[in-house]
């Protein structure tokens, strides 16, 4: 793989958990709970999908 996709892999990965971390402060803030429960469920699925072995 170029060095250009293993960034662009990193980088995509990291954005994506960027967004997920932000929802979960977001509606832990606002105790919305059922969002809350919905958005963390999708981040552990994200990251078994994108966990390095």
Request: some cysteine; glycine content about 2%; aromatic content about 12%.
């Amino acid at each position: 793989m170029c060095t250009f996709a293993v960034i662009f892999k990193l980088t995509k990965d990291t954005l994506s958990q960027f967004d997920y971390i932000k929802d979960i402060a977001k509606f832990g803030l606002e105790n919305d709970q059922d969002k809350l429960l919905t958005v963390l469920n999708e981040f552990i699925e994200h990251s078994k999908k994108t966990k390095k072995s």
